[in-house]
């Protein structure tokens, strides 16, 4: 594993490395000193050029507690809003001497190409519609410690499906772990040739969410991403709510113990009410810390293994 661009950069192998590796990373947490000297004297730059609250702080802690060095850069006073070139910035922050790059851009693609560019290991933070596999991979770690080995687990993901990176990663991280996946999203927001997909690989796709909650092991709910949506996606926030919304009446109709998960920023009222988003069963603040030990783990592996 050279760079963590896509899940199709990691085996289930891998995975399972990540994971074993971020269960030890995590009681780092709970340590009145949080410091791992793994990463002393190297330099990671956090590159982002969309707004994170969680990705990037988790990414800064993480590099911190390894004792790398961590530096934030975005795009807003950088000289990327000078009209720079997303080739020239990579360049010239990877020719100051930096061991890694976290990547975060509204292009999808982004990472990739950047990893063509560089001579550093680049992880993928976010692009676009495309992927963001340190999300799935944390979404995974939560899920495997609420519900264990994940072999033959049934996992819903609804809402957005069409605008999230975070679907397109957890698909192919939990079906690579033996999980059956089901998609549900009105019509308009199921990807465009999914068809395909659907019945294959532990993958599947619905329209009714009420059908789909009773013979599910986890519930994950997407945000509504309305900076991606260039025109009426559904007519109101109040009909979404009523079919594809984790409202109180469906939160009451779930297992009291079926997790849920949700990868934030949340809109409490419209993809998820406010009583199931403060649940007992709620895994999101779980997810929070996940991240951290997640993010740990893969820095650890990418810039301390073998070919750093
Ligand atoms: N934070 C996640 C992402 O950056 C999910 C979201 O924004 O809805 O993709």
Known sequence: ???????????????????????????VQSRQVKKLPALRGRTVINLFFEDSTRTRSSFEIAGKWLSADVINLSAKGS???????????????????????????SASGAAHQISGWVDVPVINAGDGTHEHPTQALLDCYTLQRALG?????RVAIVGDLTHSR????????LTRLGAQVVGVAPPTLMPA????????????????????????????MLRVQRERMS?????????????????RTRLARLGERTPILHP???NRGLEISPEAAD??????????SAGVAVRMSVLYHLLAGEEA
């Open 1 to 27: 594993m050279r760079h963590l661009r896509s899940i199709d950069d990691v085996t289930a192998d891998d995975i399972a490395t990540i994971m074993a590796t971020a269960t030890e990373m995590h009681d």
């Open 79 to 105: 000289s990327a809003s000078k009209g720079e070139s997303l080739r020239d910035t990579a360049l010239t922050v990877t020719a100051m001497g930096i061991d890694g790059l976290v990547v975060r851009h």
């Open 149 to 153: 080995d994940l072999a033959g687990r």
């Open 166 to 173: 975070v679907f397109r990663s957890n698909l192919a991280c």
């Open 193 to 220: 040739g999914v068809g395909p997909w659907s019945g294959t690989d532990g993958f599947e796709v619905s329209n009714d969410l009420d059908a789909v909650l009773p013979t599910v092991d986890a519930v994950m």
């Open 231 to 247: 025109g009426g996606f559904f007519p109101t926030g109040r009909e979404y709510t009523v079919e594809y919304g984790l409202t």
């Open 264 to 266: 934030g920023p949340m």
């Open 279 to 288: 649940a007992a069963s709620s895994r999101v603040l779980d997810q929070v």
